[in-house]
Structures are given as C-alpha cells and as structure tokens.
C-alpha cells in the first residue's frame, strides 16, 4: 500500500507564493511519476502539473505556466509546487497523486495513489 501526504497549503494574499508538499510512502521501492491537481468549489478536479519519476519530463497546465513550477526532492517519491503570483482563480484544495505508468500522466484514471488534499487559499 502506498500513501501520498500533501502539505504547506494556507492563506495567502494575491500576488503571493506558496510551496506544496507532497511523500508517496509505503511499500514500494519504485519510483512514481507524480503529479499535482486542483479542485476549486463547485468545479471538477482539474490537472495542475505532473513530473516523471526522473524529473526530465515535465508537463503544466496552460493556466500555471510562468507561474507555478514543479520539482522532485531528493527522497524518494517527494515532489513540490512553488506557486508564484498566485491569483483568487488559484484558490482550490490541491491534490498530490502517484502513478505507476510512463509519464508524467495528465488524467486522473492514469494516477493510481491520491493524497486527501491541502487547502490553499488565496484573498485579495
């Protein structure tokens, strides 16, 4: 079984930054390719940004590029998302997600663990 934590979401003022967090832990010693998505209220979940388990291949959406950047840690099955110049439109629960296929995978049925999500928040 493997687990998937997300962190280091909050409130914060447009035009600011945030950096999410996420572990995809268990039994495993492979190596997932990972992706972030987001679900704003009263929307679908939609795909954020996604990084294969080499950090060579990098794929975001056409709404965060420029803005959001997206990067493997040096553990194992660790990934973050700087979130830069975020605007109201960014405010969603953020989901975190591994995947055991060739990617980085940019739909949700390719993503095989998900995290419960971190708020993130953004007031202007």
């Known amino acids: 079984q493997v687990q998937v934590v997300e962190s280091g979401g909050g409130l914060v003022q447009a035009g600011g930054s945030l950096r999410l967090s996420c572990a995809a832990s268990g039994r495993t010693s492979r190596r997932y390719n990972m992706g972030w998505f987001r679900q704003a209220p009263g929307k679908e979940r939609e795909f954020v940004a996604g990084i294969d388990w080499s950090g060579d291949s990098i794929d975001y959406a056409d709404s965060v590029k420029g803005r959001f950047t997206i990067s493997r840690g040096n553990a194992k099955n660790t990934v973050y998302l700087q979130m830069n110049s975020l605007n109201s439109e960014d405010t969603a629960v953020y989901y975190c997600?591994?995947?055991?296929?060739?990617?980085?995978?940019?739909?949700?049925?390719?993503?095989?663990?998900w995290g419960q999500g971190t708020q993130v928040t953004v007031s202007s």
């Open positions: 997600a591994a995947a055991d296929r060739r990617g980085p995978p940019r739909y949700e049925y390719e993503y095989d663990y």
